[in-house]
């Protein structure tokens, strides 16, 4: 714990346990649908915090997360529906598929040298592929979708992961605040150290003596085994899922748009990006509904505008300036 908090300064720490204490009491003040939008804020803090682990801190640009939110949503799902399998093992079944996916990816890419732009394609075709499996695949329900049985409860069962909102939301919110707290366990030890130098100049950190390539497997399996955790959520909290929603190409963009935002390669910048992103794209699509305008791509625009902000006036991110403007001793974003 004392490696966990050393150097960071007691604002920031104080800072945070308020954070913590405002979002713990929140389902009690929230009306439900204010509820649902911070469970999707939190949602897209903890999948952005898994996503900045292979950008931010190793380097290695993904733009088909929602293969591992997908196939850890269909792997719990199907265990739970055909078998009856229990959410949480089926989480962990999720887990290690996902894992051993990344892992996959990991080695055709990084054996054959792919790299940059030419991996980020590479990712968006596993994505793709696995759409169009999945597409086909009668038993998971195919184009018809796969549907998990509702049960209504009154109390919360933590245990089968049914129950109120209020029960996802602290699940969600448990999730996200383990994130950080891994994150900040990797960053501060020697493999994050690793990543950073591969990050950064990967030759000159192979020069150092550095395994570049076990290091970047590690960063694909932990990030494709924490996104796999948020897909499993997904899955349970909405109850259906079609290939052609949960395999998007929009999904992967909505992962990374948080982390970009926030500020690729610190602690906290996934976390604002998602709190500052979902509400704002939210509030607009109940705008335009509120006026009667039928815009179904407004919400994609006002991403790209946000994008477009961000990268010229912002280029480090909204939390570098604004930590350093308070005091907060933000990490140092990765380099551009």
Avoid at 121 to 146: K, N
Avoid at 257 to 266: A, E, F, K, S, Y
Avoid at 311 to 331: Q, T
Wanted: charged share 10%; hydrophobic share 55%; aromatic share 12%.
């Amino acid at each position: 714990m004392r490696a966990l908090l050393e150097g960071v300064p007691l604002r920031s720490l104080v800072a945070l346990a308020a954070l913590v204490a405002a979002l713990a009491v929140a389902p009690a003040l929230a009306d439900p649908y204010v509820l649902s939008v911070l469970i999707l804020c939190l949602y897209f803090a903890f999948v952005g915090q898994a996503w900045n682990i292979m950008m931010g801190f190793a380097g290695q640009l993904s733009l088909g997360h929602s293969l591992y939110v997908g196939v850890g949503a269909y792997a719990s799902a199907l265990l739970f529906v055909k078998f009856g399998v229990n959410p949480w093992v089926g989480a962990l079944a999720a887990i290690a598929v996902c894992t051993a996916l990344g892992l996959v990816v990991g080695v055709l890419a990084f054996r054959f040298g792919i790299a940059g732009v030419y991996f980020a394609i590479l990712t968006i075709a596993f994505a793709e592929f696995t759409r169009i499996g999945f597409d086909h695949w009668q038993w998971a329900g195919a184009t018809g979708g796969l549907f998990l049985p509702v049960a209504y409860r009154e109390t919360s069962d933590v245990a089968t992961l049914r129950g109120s909102p209020a029960m996802f939301y602290y699940v969600m919110l448990a999730f996200t605040a383990g994130a950080l707290v891994l994150c900040r366990a990797l960053l501060a030890s020697r493999l994050g150290y690793y990543w950073r130098a591969i990050r950064e100049d990967e030759a000159a950190a192979e020069a150092l003596g550095i395994n570049a390539f076990g290091c970047k497997m590690a960063a694909v399996a932990l990030s494709a085994g924490l996104t796999a955790l948020g897909g499993v959520f997904l899955a349970f909290y909405y109850n259906n899922l079609f290939p052609e929603q949960i395999f998007s190409i929009h999904r992967s963009i909505e992962i990374i748009l948080g982390p970009i935002v926030g500020g690729i390669g610190t602690l906290v910048g996934p976390i604002l990006g998602a709190f500052l992103l979902t509400p704002l794209a939210e509030s607009l699509s109940e705008l335009m509904a509120w006026a009667g305008i039928d815009a179904p791509g407004v919400k994609h625009v006002f991403y790209g505008a946000c994008l477009l902000a961000v990268v010229v006036f912002l280029p480090d991110g909204v939390w570098p300036p604004i930590a350093r403007r308070l005091g907060l001793g933000a990490d140092r974003p990765r380099r551009r």
